[in-house]
Nanobody, 119 residues
Framework: VQLVESGGGSAQAGGSLRLSCAAR????????MGWIRQAPGKEREGVAS???LGTTSVAGRFTISKDNTKNTLYLQMNSLKPEDTAMYYC???????????????????WGQGTQVTVS
């Protein structure tokens, strides 16, 4: 599976962005999908996950959703804050994540990331 993120960019504090993650090859219907971010000088942290059974987990003000017909995962980010500035990655782990967002090191496949900058 190849993952390609898009939708990052610059936003004002209080604004919104929607990130997309497209599976260019393969499918992620049977995988747990997640969004992970890494701010400069900080460790990666899980932001949201979407389980194989449709259970979603979100840390914060964001909303995660998935469109299986388009093989695309989304992250809607509202009320953005400067501390949301980070590189955002889409990733897959081939197991259930109904118990919450997995630790970043648990994910098996990663996209290249998309930068989000909030000022």
């Amino acid at each position: 599976v190849q993952l390609v993120e898009s939708g990052g960019g610059s936003a004002q504090a209080g604004g919104s962005l929607r990130l997309s993650c497209a599976a260019r090859t393969g499918t992620f219907r049977s995988a747990c999908m997640g969004w992970i971010r890494q701010a400069p000088g900080k460790e990666r942290e899980g932001v949201a996950s979407f389980d194989t059974l449709g259970t979603t987990s979100v840390a914060g003000r964001f909303t995660i959703s998935k469109d299986n017909t388009k093989n695309t995962l989304y992250l809607q980010m509202n009320s953005l804050k400067p501390e949301d500035t980070a590189m955002y990655y889409c990733a897959i782990v081939w197991r259930s994540c109904s118990g919450g967002v997995p630790a970043p090191q648990a994910f098996d496949i990663w996209g290249q990331g998309t930068q989000v900058t909030v000022s």
